[in-house]
């Protein structure tokens, strides 16, 4: 057995990728769990996530993508106000018996964008302008406005809205304060931590 576990990160699109790569990177390296990460995306966004996600698990029993199957997969869709035990249970009902019990949900609520927006004052060490996020808002787009206009605050040139800052934030993030501010994100560390930490127990007593 290889002393790297093989992860697959299905994405919803690249705010999530950008977000996601770093955060399962620092908490692997904090689990002490060499890992490689292969991004899969999902196309057409959040309305066919879940239809890509089962062409995605077909394409690996059928070894289409010509690679070792992953030993663990992580599926990022956003919530958009569903519960995250409610997106979880989606998830895992469109999940094929191969794949049960590795697939780590991450679901977003609302949107991924707020989870850049976490932790407040590690933001602001990173960006230059501490946001106010306030009570959590459903309506479309919002967290993705106030990212942006955070980073048009600080002074920035607007690029990319943001996400460019994704490996910085997740670096200087404060994981009880973010998950503090944000269940939905909470949630996903506890999981994550916690496949990361059994797949790690494991090859060490196989080794």
């Known amino acids: 057995m290889s002393d790297v576990l093989l992860i697959d990160l299905f994405v919803e699109d690249r705010a999530h990728e950008e977000f996601l790569v770093p955060l399962v990177e620092r908490v692997a390296k904090e ?11 999902a196309r ?27 030993e663990l997969v992580v599926v990022a869709i956003d ?30 609520d609302p949107h991924v964008e707020r989870w850049y927006l976490a932790d407040p ?42 996400i460019e800052f994704a490996r910085d934030l997740v670096e ?3 994981w009880f304060r973010a998950g503090k501010q944000d269940t939905s994100l909470k949630a996903f560390l506890d999981d994550l931590r916690a496949h990361l930490r059994q797949l790690g127990a494991q090859r060490r007593t196989t080794q």
């Open 31 to 41: 689990e002490q769990v060499k890992v490689k990460l292969r991004v899969r995306s």
């Open 121 to 162: 004052d590690s933001f602001n060490d990173v960006v230059g302008h501490r946001p106010v996020v306030g009570e959590k808002k459903c309506t479309r787009g919002h967290y993705k406005q106030l990212l942006a206009s955070a980073v048009r605050m600080a002074g920035h040139p607007f690029t990319l809205g943001g």
């Open 172 to 174: 200087k993030m404060d």
């Open 44 to 70: 057409g966004g959040h309305g066919r996530a879940i239809a890509e996600f089962g062409t995605y698990q077909k394409l690996i029993q059928r070894g289409a993508f010509g690679e070792a199957p992953p």
């Open 79 to 108: 919530g958009n106000c569903t519960t995250f035990a409610d997106k979880k249970k989606e998830i895992a009902s469109a999940t094929t018996q191969e794949l049960q019990g590795r697939v780590v949900a991450a679901c977003p």
